[in-house]
C-alpha cells in the first residue's frame, strides 16, 4: 500500500489513449485511485526510437512515483510496452503492468482463421508482435496494419468529438481489400482505438469482432494488487497530469473530471485546473 494505506495506480500513455485502459480498470476496481501520466509533449510515441523512449519514459516515471508513491504502474500504451518494459521493471520499486495485443484470444476466436492486427506503424514492426502471432496465430492468416495517423484522429475525436470519415478510411483501406473478406477478428494493437470504436465498426461491418486488451490488463493488475475491496466502492479520485500544453476549457477539464481524475496538472510547472 502507498504511505497513506490507498490503494493508488499510475498510468501512463503518450496521450489519452490510455483512457480506455482506465475505464476497463475502473469498473473491475472502483475503489481504485488512479493517477495518470499523459506524455503528450512526446506524442506519438512511435516516433522515437527505442533507446530515447525508454530513457525517456524511465525518468518520466521515476520522478512521478517519487512524487506521488503508488502501488503499481500500467504502461497504458501498446507502443512503449513492447519497448520499455524491461527497463522499467528494474528502474521502479513496484509492479509494473504492460499492454499485450490480444492476438491471442482473436486468433482463438476466428472462425474463418483470417483475422487482423491494426496498430501503430512501429508496434506491427516490432518483434513482440511477430512472436505473438507465431505462438498463438500461427494456424491463422494475419493482416498487420500499420495505422500512421489513427491515434491522432482517436486524440481529436475524444477532445471534440469529430471524425473524418475520409481519414478513417485511409487508414483502415487495406482491411478492406477483397483478398481480406473473410477477415472476422479485428486486433486493435494501440490504446487509443477502442476511442473510435464506433467508427470503426462502422466502417468494416458487424461481421468483424473488435478486440482490445483493456479487460485482460484490468484483471492482470487485479491479481497483482490482490485486493479484494478494491471491487467495491469508488476511489476519491487521482491526479491526471499532462507533459505539454493543455487546454484549459471548461469542456476538456469537465471530460477529465468525469473519467474520475479529480486534479488536473499541466506542464513542467506543474498549472492546476
Given at each position: 500500500?502507498?504511505n497513506?494505506?490507498y490503494?493508488?495506480i499510475?498510468?501512463?500513455?503518450?496521450?489519452?489513449?490510455?483512457?480506455?485502459?482506465?475505464?476497463?480498470?475502473?469498473?473491475?476496481?472502483?475503489?481504485l485511485?488512479?493517477?495518470?501520466?499523459?506524455?503528450?509533449?512526446?506524442?506519438?510515441?512511435?516516433?522515437?526510437?527505442?533507446?530515447?523512449?525508454?530513457?525517456?519514459?524511465?525518468?518520466?516515471?521515476?520522478?512521478?512515483?517519487?512524487?506521488?508513491?503508488?502501488?503499481?504502474?500500467?504502461?497504458?500504451?501498446?507502443?512503449?510496452?513492447?519497448?520499455?518494459?524491461?527497463?522499467?521493471?528494474?528502474?521502479?520499486?513496484?509492479p509494473?503492468?504492460?499492454?499485450?495485443?490480444a492476438?491471442?484470444?482473436?486468433?482463438?476466436?476466428?472462425?474463418?482463421?483470417?483475422?487482423?492486427?491494426?496498430?501503430?506503424?512501429?508496434?506491427?514492426?516490432s518483434?513482440?508482435?511477430?512472436?505473438?502471432?507465431?505462438?498463438?496465430?500461427?494456424?491463422?492468416?494475419v493482416?498487420?496494419?500499420?495505422a500512421?495517423?489513427l491515434?491522432?484522429?482517436?486524440?481529436?475525436?475524444?477532445?471534440?468529438?469529430?471524425?473524418?470519415?475520409?481519414?478513417?478510411?485511409?487508414?483502415?483501406?487495406?482491411?478492406?481489400?477483397?483478398?481480406?473478406?473473410?477477415?472476422?477478428?479485428?486486433?486493435?494493437?494501440c490504446?487509443?482505438?477502442?476511442l473510435?470504436?464506433?467508427d470503426?465498426?462502422?466502417?468494416?461491418?458487424?461481421?468483424?469482432?473488435?478486440?482490445?486488451?483493456?479487460?485482460?490488463?484490468a484483471?492482470?493488475?487485479?491479481?497483482?494488487?490482490?485486493?479484494?475491496?478494491?471491487?467495491?466502492g469508488?476511489s476519491?479520485?487521482?491526479r491526471?497530469?499532462?507533459?505539454?500544453a493543455?487546454?484549459?476549457?471548461?469542456g476538456?477539464?469537465?471530460?477529465?473530471?468525469?473519467?474520475?481524475?479529480r486534479?488536473?496538472?499541466?506542464?513542467?510547472?506543474?498549472?492546476?485546473?
Amino acid at each position: 500500500m502507498t504511505n497513506k494505506g490507498y490503494p493508488a495506480i499510475w498510468l501512463l500513455d503518450s496521450g489519452i489513449g490510455g483512457l480506455t485502459i482506465s475505464r476497463a480498470i475502473r469498473r473491475r476496481l472502483p475503489a481504485l485511485t488512479q493517477h495518470y501520466m499523459a506524455d503528450s509533449a512526446a506524442f506519438p510515441y512511435g516516433d522515437l526510437g527505442a533507446e530515447a523512449l525508454t530513457e525517456r519514459v524511465c525518468d518520466l516515471m521515476a520522478r512521478a512515483v517519487a512524487d506521488c508513491p503508488v502501488d503499481a504502474m500500467v504502461v497504458a500504451c501498446n507502443t512503449a510496452s513492447t519497448v520499455v518494459l524491461p527497463a522499467l521493471r528494474a528502474r521502479l520499486p513496484m509492479p509494473v503492468v504492460g499492454v499485450v495485443p490480444a492476438i491471442r484470444p482473436a486468433a482463438s476466436a476466428s472462425r474463418s482463421g483470417v483475422i487482423g492486427v491494426l496498430a501503430t506503424p512501429g508496434t506491427v514492426r516490432s518483434a513482440h508482435v511477430a512472436t505473438l502471432i507465431e505462438r498463438f496465430a500461427g494456424h491463422c492468416r494475419v493482416l498487420k496494419v500499420g495505422a500512421p495517423g489513427l491515434a491522432a484522429l482517436a486524440e481529436q475525436h475524444w477532445r471534440d468529438g469529430t471524425i473524418d470519415p475520409q481519414a478513417l478510411a485511409r487508414e483502415l483501406s487495406p482491411l478492406l481489400a477483397p483478398e481480406w473478406c473473410t477477415l472476422d477478428q479485428l486486433v486493435l494493437g494501440c490504446t487509443h482505438y477502442p476511442l473510435l470504436k464506433e467508427d470503426i465498426q462502422a466502417q468494416l461491418g458487424a461481421h468483424v469482432r473488435l478486440v482490445d486488451s483493456g479487460e485482460a490488463v484490468a484483471r492482470r493488475l487485479d491479481e497483482v494488487l490482490a485486493a479484494p475491496s478494491l471491487r467495491q466502492g469508488a476511489s476519491a479520485g487521482g491526479r491526471f497530469h499532462v507533459t505539454g500544453a493543455l487546454d484549459n476549457s471548461a469542456g476538456l477539464v469537465a471530460r477529465l473530471r468525469a473519467e474520475g481524475f479529480r486534479d488536473i496538472v499541466a506542464g513542467q510547472e506543474g498549472r492546476s485546473w
